[in-house]
Structures are given as C-alpha cells and as structure tokens.
C-alpha cells in the first residue's frame, strides 16, 4: 500500500523586492511502519538563483536517514536541503525537486512552515495533511514514478519478525522491490567470481574452457565462499555455425556449458551465464576488432543471430530458475552514436543504429526472445559505456512481463565512473529501484585497493558484485584473481578471497 499526503505552500518574502517568492510541495509519497519517503519541489517565483538553501522543520521527532536532490542536513528538528552542483542555477519558473527517507513515531505530521534562503515562506494553503493509518508493512514494490534523483542508498526494507530462512543451496531468485530473494522470501546477494574462457577458446580453436572446468576446480571457488560465477558465452559457438571447430561448437559447446553450470549448482552457487561475444562487423569509434565474426566485444548483439542465441538459452534452462540470464556483457552504442538519446534509444530498440553498420538487437529485443519461451528466469540487463554507466537506465529499462529484472554494471579502476561521488549519482537512484549486481568489478594494479572500495559501497548498500576474473593470466595484463585453478589468489586476488570469507562465513 502507499500513503499520500501533499501540502502546498507559497511564500512572498518581506522587505525589498528583490527577495525570493518559493512555491514548495511537500509530500509522502510511501510510508511504512517507523518509516517514510518524502518529495519537496520548490519553485523559483521571484529573482534568478545560483544556489539555493531551502529549510523547514519536522512537528513530529522526524529524523532523516538518507536525501538526494540536495544535500542534506538535520539538527534536532531542523532540516535544511542546499543545492547540489548541477542543479544550483534556480532561474524565475524553475523548480528543483528533492527527495529523502526518514524515520516516524506516533504521527507522521508534515511541517508547516518553509524558508528559501533564510527568508520565511508564508503559509498559504492547508498547513498539516490529511492523515491515513500506515500500512502495517513496507511497499514490496517501489514507486511508480521514481524521483529524479533517487536515495544514495537504496531505502531499507523493515524484516518481516522472524526474518525468512534462506533456502540451502543455490536459490530460484526473485526480484522483490530493490532485493533479490530466494523462494523462501529471504534477501540474498549474489557474491562471486567470473570464470572466463568460454566466450574466446572455441572461436579461436583452442577448445571450450580456458584451464579446467572439472569438479575440483568449481570446488575451489566454492572455497573462497563464492556463491555466484559467471560463465561468458560465444554465439557463435552455442548455435553452432560453421567457422567454429566441429569439436567446440554447436551440441558440443552447449553440452560442455549444461555440465559446468551442474557442478556450479551442485557446490550451492548460482551460475549466470551471459552473452559476451558476438557477430557482426563493426570497424568504429573503439573497434575492438574488424571481423565479422564473434571474436571480439561488439557495441550491441545483432539482429541476426543474438535472439536466437537467447531462445536457445532460455530453453535450455528455463525449467531450472537457479540460472540466471545476463543478457549481453559490455553494450557501447554510446562510442558509435553522436547523442546520450540514440545511444540509450539503441541500447533499448534496436534496429538501424547510428554508427553501427549491422542491424542491433536490443535489449527489449532479447529480453522478449527469452520471455517468449515462458521462462521466468532473473535476468539482468547492462548499460551503456561498457556498463559502466547507468545514468538512464531507469528511463530506458525494458519492459518485463515476468517482472523479474534486474540491472547489471561493470567498474575497473580505470572506468570513467570510478569513484564513491559517481555512484552516489548514478549507481544509487538505480539502486533504490531494482537490485543491482556489479557484475565485474577488477582494477589493473596487481593489488585491491580499489576493489576495496567498491566492495564497501555495495556492501554498505547490500548490493551484490562479482571479481574479474577466475582466470591464470598475468595481472599485469588483466585483473587476475588466481595463479592456479586450485584457488591459489594473486596479489589482486586476496582481496576478494579475504572478504568473500568475511562476509560468507
């Protein structure tokens, strides 16, 4: 359920003409026991701002856990909200809009009373809304519209008492709001490891895996107390087309993939499998290579044979919804097309792109192919800049009949968005709506200063992330976690081998 109530209040300054006039609209737009989520919209009616410091207090013991929209601050009673950098400039008709999440006791009693840089707004209008019983739990699902700049941290749901017992083993999971759940209710995260080789060897002759896929070697990253890897797939390879080695195509390859996803299975974790090479030419802007075939990162899957891919895929395991679907590892429209909107309008349609001179697959395009054969699977879809931005990804989202998304987002060190302020903006308003895996998170030092961090963000947000990647290559020249299948880490590795441990006893 959700509880709304809204106030308006308008205010004309005293003294010189010159002193702001400010409309503000207050509402709670979702309320829950012993918590709360509010807007605030003001408008600029009188002279043109470069910044802006709006203030109020709350009547009820009120206390803020968490804004966006501006920076927030709270003292006893006193909240005040000052701009952020890029939304400073308040021309006269312009509205900033900002959001927070709070904590009530008793009753929930909107303030009356606001000030638009110190100067009081008088009231005009109904000054305490009307008020409803809270529901007795929090909305499952969040709102319809989100803000315009979501929580910096995903809002809290209140446990049930006793929280759900999580299934053992590897769960069916599900999207519930902002969490992932199992079949039992209870919130999971997945935490975990990449195991490549799968997307390269058969295309390239060599065989399937690159290093062992045997019992032992899933055991091993079990041992680190993984409970999700990764498993990057060829297109080609799986549908078995002709340039591909007899022995690593086609039945061969899909075989070989059915078998380690069982051994993931059977040491409790899940396995996702996901898209990373594909066909078509592309010789633009970030070109990863000239052929036409899968052997490289492309910028979107094509029409030709991606859809396919995921029919095929979604077939196979769609009886078993321990498997999750990533549908496609690293889209970058956005180095091909001149705009944000042809590159996000790609990225979600389709079609003839900008720049890229074969027809493109969209997400909405794949995730429709993997629903048309009933199954309910989670998948996760990526944005864009090598899914290293998710900037729009709220508004371009496909739509999911089985309403079972979740969003994915890849960060090295040496990513544009690298750092906690970048999250903060971009990472947590998609956060707060739809759980949110990192689906490789890697730095090129040898060392796990910067995955540190990382983790720490998503830990403290309960977000899930996997390590780049279960792999013996030097980590000079890739992220390596280990230099032995037996799960001996490098140097890069013990990072995340200590803190899988840490946080999964």
Known sequence: MMASTALAVVGTASGAAAAPVCTVEYSVTNQWTGGFQGALTVTNNGTALNGWSLGFSFPAGQQVSQGWGGKWTQSGAAVTVTNESWNAQLGVGAKATTGFIASWTGTNTAPTAFTLGGVPCTVDGPTTPPTSTPPTDPPTTPPTDPPTTPPTTPPTTPPTSPPPTPVNGAPQLTVSGNKFTDQNGAVRRLLGVNRSGGEFMCVQGYGIWDGPADDASVQAIADWKANTVRIPLNEECWLGLDNVKPEYRGDNYVSAVKDLVTKVLAHGMTPVVELHWTHGQYTGNSSGCADTHATCQ????????????????????????????????????????????????????????????????????????????????????????????????????????????????????????????????????????????????????????????????????????????????????????????????????????????????
């Not at 590159?343 to 997400?363: H, L, Q």
């Not at 200063?449 to 030097?474: C, E, I, P, Q």
Request: aromatic share 12%; with cysteine.
């Open 298 to 505: 492309k910028p979107m899957p094509n029409a030709q044979y991606t859809p396919a891919f995921w029919t095929s895929v979604a077939n196979t395991f769609k009886n078993d919804k321990r498997v999750v679907f990533d549908l496609f590892n690293e889209p970058y429209p956005d180095r091909a097309t001149s705009t944000a909107t042809q590159a996000w309008t790609c990225w979600r349609d389709g079609g003839t792109c900008p720049g890229i001179g074969y027809e493109v697959a969209g997400m909405q395009d794949l995730l429709d192919a993997v629903r048309a054969t009933g199954a309910k699977n989670l998948v996760l879809v990526p944005g864009l800049a090598y899914s290293n931005d998710l900037s729009q990804w709220l508004t371009y989202r496909p739509t999911d009949p089985a309403q079972n998304l979740g969003a994915a987002w890849h960060v090295y060190n040496f990513n544009t968005c690298s750092t906690e302020t970048c999250w903060n903006d971009t990472l947590a308003p998609v956060a707060a709506q739809v759980p949110l895996l990192a689906g490789e998170i890697g730095e090129n030092t040898c060392g796990h200063a910067f995955v540190d961090r990382v983790m720490k963000w998503f830990d403290d947000r309960g977000l899930s992330y996997l390590g780049w990647t279960w792999n013996t290559w030097n980590c000079n020249s890739g992220p390596a976690l280990i230099s032995s299948y037996d799960g001996t880490p490098t140097a890069f590795g013990i990072g995340l081998r200590d803190h899988l441990r840490a946080v999964n006893p």
